[in-house]
Structure formats: structure tokens, C-alpha cells
């Protein structure tokens, strides 16, 4: 890899990696239980090497336990890997360091949880969990009129910035999530199963809506999902994790159709797919 994030020529011109990490891992340290009982440790990641092309969209499948969650984390600077290095368009990233000197790397990144209510605090109103970002990272920009035009941005009205989140359905919080994923502009979206809490049909308005806005807002995304269904259907390329581990890597259709790994075989065989356009 060359200085700077440049990995090579693609239709002519050179391809950014946008985030990278390399050779990580993240051990857990346990703690004995008992009396005189030895502690133990618990390895999460182990040596992953891992590039996000700029303007593509990228999904981490695997079992519960695989490590997606552990490597999104790590990638993001929400934990620190035991080893290793990660950096965002080619400045290291440091989860050790001080919240206010990772300010940067939370300008440049957005994340969408599994639960839209659990991710939403109840006392607070939409336009101040849409526009909290903005006021955290100190953006010098009309705040308001901003979180109006977001709400627009993911289908919903811009008078509801003064409702509160109990007030809407399901699949409305979540489009409540992704407008404060993305208020501040940045330019990596993370969904860690952002889809699975809903239904079939909602779950296809808002894969739409995932489309439509990587395609308006020029996003890179990372999309840690179970639903195979929702990753055919978004992602360019795929990665597979097994036991903290990238067992397998590759386009999209190429990982899913003819997989080169038995592991990756046997968890397409076993997964449920649900189609997101059907309903």
C-alpha cells in the first residue's frame, strides 16, 4: 500500500482507500471466577487486515461471535485494538487518545445501531437527537435549518424535529437514526444490523432509502448485517468472519455464488434469507 491511502488503478485512475486497518487484534482479558481460579482471555480479532475503498459499499457477514462487531468498533475508534494500526484516508487513528482529539475521525464517520428506540433518548426531542452531532462537534453551521433538511433528506417531515421519539413507528426512528448518522455530512456511514429490527417491508423502504442516500451524499458504507438478502441487495463487496478472523473476501456476487471457502458455504447454507424487496 502506498503512502497516503492510494491502492492501485481502477478504470484509469488511482482508488482511495478510505479507512484501513491492518494486522489487528483484540484480546478480553477474564477474570477467574473462583477461588485460586487462573484468568483467561478471550480473543475477539485476530490479525485483520481489512481496506474500504472510497464510494463503496462493503458487508461483514458471520455468526454472532465472529468479530464484526469488534472490528467495526475498532475501525471507528469506539475501542482500541490490542494490536495493530487503522487510519482514515491515510491519518492514524487513535482510540487511546483524548474524545476531543478523535473530534476529526467523528466529523468524517456516522453509525446506525440495530434498535432504533434503544439508540433514541426518550427526553429528548427529534430535532435535538438529529442535531446533536452538530452541537458536540462544534459545526459552525445554522443548526436548525440543517436538521429540518436532513429530516427531509431520509422521508421524514421537518415540523416532526419537535415531536419525541415515542411518537413514531419503527421504521420512522430509524429513519430518525440515520438522519443524525449523516446531519453532519460525513463521508462513512456504519450500519451494525440496521435493518433487522424491523419488519419485511419497512425493511425495504429503508434498504431504499440506504441507496438513494449513498448515492445523493456520495457515502462509503460498512454494513454489518445477518440477512444475506440485505447485502445481495446494497453492498459491492463482501467480507466473511469466522472466529475473529477474514476467512473470505470478495465482490458480492462472486463471495455469495461461488464461494471459495467450506465455512462460507455452510453459513450461506444455514442463514434465512428474506428478500427486502418482497412485501
Not at 62 to 69: I, V
Amino acid at each position: 500500500m502506498a503512502p497516503g491511502g492510494r491502492s492501485g488503478d481502477r478504470g484509469g485512475g488511482l482508488v482511495t482507500t478510505l479507512l484501513q486497518g491492518r494486522e489487528l487484534g483484540r484480546t478480553f482479558r477474564q477474570r477467574g471466577t473462583r477461588l485460586f481460579e487462573r484468568s483467561g482471555a478471550t480473543v475477539a480479532l485476530d490479525d485483520a487486515d481489512i481496506d474500504i475503498r472510497e464510494g463503496s459499499a462493503v458487508g461483514i457477514i458471520g455468526e454472532s461471535g465472529s468479530g464484526k462487531s469488534t472490528l467495526v468498533r475498532i475501525l471507528l475508534g469506539l475501542d482500541a485494538p490490542t494490536s495493530g494500526t487503522v487510519a482514515f484516508d491515510g491519518r492514524a487513528v487513535d482510540a487511546r487518545a483524548s474524545a476531543r482529539s478523535l473530534h476529526w475521525l467523528r466529523r468524517e464517520t456516522g453509525i446506525v445501531f440495530q434498535d432504533p428506540y434503544a439508540s433514541l433518548d426518550p427526553r429528548m426531542s427529534v430535532g435535538r437527537i438529529v442535531g446533536e452531532p452538530l452541537w458536540a462537534l462544534g459545526i459552525d453551521i445554522d443548526r436548525r435549518a440543517r436538521v429540518r433538511e436532513v429530516l427531509v433528506d431520509v422521508g421524514l417531515d421537518a415540523d416532526m424535529a419537535a415531536r419525541y421519539p415515542h411518537e413514531f413507528s419503527g421504521g420512522q426512528r430509524q429513519r430518525i437514526a440515520l438522519a443524525r448518522a449523516i446531519v453532519h455530512r460525513p463521508r462513512l456511514l456504519v450500519g451494525d444490523e440496521p435493518l433487522s429490527a424491523l419488519d419485511v417491508t419497512v425493511r425495504a423502504q429503508i434498504l431504499e432509502l440506504l441507496r438513494d442516500l449513498r448515492a445523493s451524499q456520495n457515502l462509503t458504507l460498512v454494513m454489518v448485517s445477518h440477512d444475506i438478502g440485505v447485502v445481495q441487495n446494497l453492498c459491492d463487496e463482501v467480507i466473511v468472519m469466522k472466529d475473529g478472523r477474514i476467512v473470505e473476501e470478495g465482490p458480492t456476487e462472486k463471495v455469495l455464488l461461488q464461494p471459495q471457502v467450506a465455512y462460507t458455504r455452510r453459513l450461506l447454507a444455514s442463514i434465512p434469507v428474506i428478500d427486502p424487496n418482497r412485501g
